[in-house]
């Protein structure tokens, strides 16, 4: 049975019961929310559980997709977030989150923040219902601009307090991932090949989802911005691909919504801590097993399926901090990995394999988490990695 088709069984079923959502990442940084609506003539107000899973959460964001009519009526009043405890008394009065009502044909989505660190396997509880006191502003911590011309093309500009990225409009890939201290770990340029104009993130082929100028390709549209998250959604011109990235404080999810019937590739080409160096450049994998760039070069290829989880990170021994690529559906497709010598960038590629196929991923929906990491340890990078 479909999701659409269980939900609609479901709340025939159970008119109390509305709405159970798994999110849309796999194991590890799977959680699980419902969502109860109270009956007619009760409080006002819609109840969310949210359970940890198998694994420690550290700042999780929740995304709960909704029914219109399951919001509470809030009147002249603003809404607020709650978090309670289990007998139902207030912990917390005022949790960031973000209510985007969306499209006639999109639900309503509410993403909140799990502040601080919420244990394995431990359940929280929220409610979201009338304010009854005057609701303190949310800082911002997703912030977009529309920028005319960044590295010679128009841009969307969304500054987190981990990174500021730059997504360039008509190619529909990032160009920038600046870290706190300006390093930019991916460097595109307009021209330059290895040296530039070759950067990016995704760099998803065939449909070019890649910075520059965007041949074939839709404008990207921003089609929700607010305090905790943006999302920028790229299409092809003919509507065979297309993706759309969540902007979140401390990471980045893209999901591949559509494809062809042809397979892909996801790439991550660029500078980790700011310019590609042989000499200090470094790749993890989820086993914990480090490796040296310099050995795989343009003759030596690293090739092979990486271990599940399926994901990496790329750091900079002068630096304290990573960058790391998380694909959450497990699959047994080649991935890949080599350079052209220092001052290059890094050219890795989950279900990129031996030529001439080159492409050999297949899933859609696809889902990878990108973001930056405060630490080099292997133990909390993972930590953060599996919370993400």
């Known amino acids: 049975m479909g999701m659409r088709k269980f939900r609609d069984w479901l709340a025939a079923t159970l008119p109390s019961l509305l709405l159970v959502l798994i999110p849309s990442l796999a194991a590890p940084g799977q959680t699980t929310t419902t969502a109860h609506a109270k009956p007619p003539h009760a409080s006002p107000a819609l109840s969310i559980e949210v359970s940890a899973g198998a694994i420690e959460r550290i700042g999780k964001i929740v995304e709960v997709e909704l029914e219109t009519a399951q919001l509470p009526s809030s009147g002249e009043k603003a809404l607020t977030l709650v978090e309670v405890n289990e007998q139902g008394g207030i912990v917390d009065r005022h949790v960031p989150f973000q209510l985007d009502q969306g499209e006639a044909a999109n639900p309503p989505l509410l993403?909140?923040?799990?502040?601080?660190?919420?244990?394995?396997?431990?359940?929280?509880?929220?409610?979201?219902q009338r304010a009854t006191e005057a609701v303190p502003p949310l800082a911002p911590q997703v912030q977009v601009e529309e920028v005319a011309e960044y590295e010679g093309f128009p841009a969307f500009r969304i500054t987190t307090p981990a990174a500021t990225y730059y997504y360039h409009v008509g190619g529909s890939g990032f160009a920038s991932l600046i870290d706190r201290e300006g390093h930019d770990w991916i460097s595109h340029h307009p021209e330059g090949g290895f040296q530039g104009s070759y950067r990016g993130i995704p760099n998803v082929a065939p449909p070019e989802f890649h910075p520059g100028p965007g041949k074939g390709k839709k404008e990207s549209r921003l089609i929700r911005s607010g305090p905790l998250r943006a999302s920028i959604l790229s299409e092809t011109e003919d509507g065979a691909w297309s993706v759309v990235w969540d902007i979140f404080p401390a990471y980045?999810?893209?999901?591949?919504?559509?494809?062809s019937a042809a397979p892909y590739w996801i790439l991550y080409e660029g500078t980790p801590g700011g310019s590609f160096d042989t000499e200090n450049d470094y790749w993890v994998q989820s086993t914990g097993k480090r490796l040296p760039v310099a050995p795989n070069d343009q003759d030596n290829f690293w090739e092979g399926t990486l271990p599940s989880p399926q994901w990496v990170y790329f750091g900079d021994e002068k630096l304290r901090r990573v960058l790391f690529l998380a694909l959450r559906e497990a699959d047994d497709f080649p991935d890949e990995f080599w350079h052209r010598g220092s001052g290059s960038m890094t050219v890795f590629g989950f279900g990129r394999g031996p030529r001439p196929q080159w492409q050999y991923m297949q899933t859609v929906p696809t889902h990878l988490t990108i973001g930056l990491v405060e630490s080099s340890d292997f133990g909390e990078v993972k930590r953060r990695i599996e919370s993400a």
């Open 111 to 128: 993403t909140f923040l799990l502040s601080g660190g919420t244990p394995a396997k431990a359940t929280r509880r929220f409610r979201l």
């Open 252 to 259: 980045a999810n893209m999901t591949l919504l559509k494809k």
